[in-house]
T-cell receptor
């Protein structure tokens, strides 16, 4: 069964600090991995996408990494801001399936 | 105007009532999805459609039905609402399997 596991479940950091969120998956055959940001009460919005051949992808202060051999990805947020407070969802797609597998998300709270 | 719209945005209904949630998109995508999200939990797929003639059950389809009236419209119905269907419901679209999903603003449904 295709699965996506995210850790930690929740995280609290101080404004200006960095943090790293983890995603492990068992989806096969792998097509791509996306990180989404979901603000409270809103729909998720895509931050980054990585395919099999990509190891790192950046979007401003967000940097995603992918290790396709170990089936792990991370999302690193630098110099956090209050607006980074949200849920971050890892989504993995397979070539065979028409739909993607969603992780349960990591809830990040950035405090002043 | 938003690319993916959902109506209503908020709805309170009573146990046993039939209710329909509507989703429209202007992105020209063939693929549409319905998800539910419970507080503190991840998104769970209810139904998805790859085109007007293709409807597929997701992981939690019991108690729900859908209708794909046109490429741009995908409706979710609760035939007889029950309290544990109280949740936030999201519609999403994508142009490809594994492609970025674009989410609507969500419908907050409360069943009393």
């Amino acid at each position: 069964k295709n699965q996506v596991e995210q850790s930690p479940q929740s995280l609290i950091i101080l404004e200006g600090k960095n943090c790293t969120l983890q995603c492990n998956y068992t989806v096969s055959p792998f097509s791509n991995l996306r990180w989404y940001k979901q603000d409270t009460g809103r729909g998720p919005v895509s931050l980054t996408i990585m395919t099999f051949s990509e190891n790192t992808k950046s979007n401003g202060r967000y940097t995603a990494t992918l290790d396709a051999d170990t089936k792990q990805s991370s999302l690193h947020i630098t110099a956090s801001q209050l607006s980074d407070s949200a849920s971050y969802i890892c989504v993995v797609s397979s070539f065979n399936a028409g739909k993607s597998t969603f992780g349960d998300g990591t809830t990040l709270t950035v405090k002043p | 105007d938003a690319d993916v719209t959902q109506t209503p945005r908020n709805r309170i209904t009573k146990t046993g009532k039939r209710i329909m949630l509507e989703c429209s998109q202007t992105k020209g995508h063939d693929r549409m999805y319905w998800y539910r999200q419970d507080p503190g939990l991840g998104l769970r797929l209810i139904y998805y459609s790859f085109d007007v003639k293709d409807i597929n059950k997701g992981e939690i389809s019991d108690g729900y039905s859908v209708s794909r009236q046109a490429q741009a419209k995908f409706s979710l119905s609760l035939e007889s609402a029950i309290p544990n269907q109280t949740a936030l419901y999201f519609c999403a679209t994508s142009d490809l399997g594994g492609g970025e999903q674009y989410f609507g603003p969500g419908t907050r449904l409360t069943v009393t």
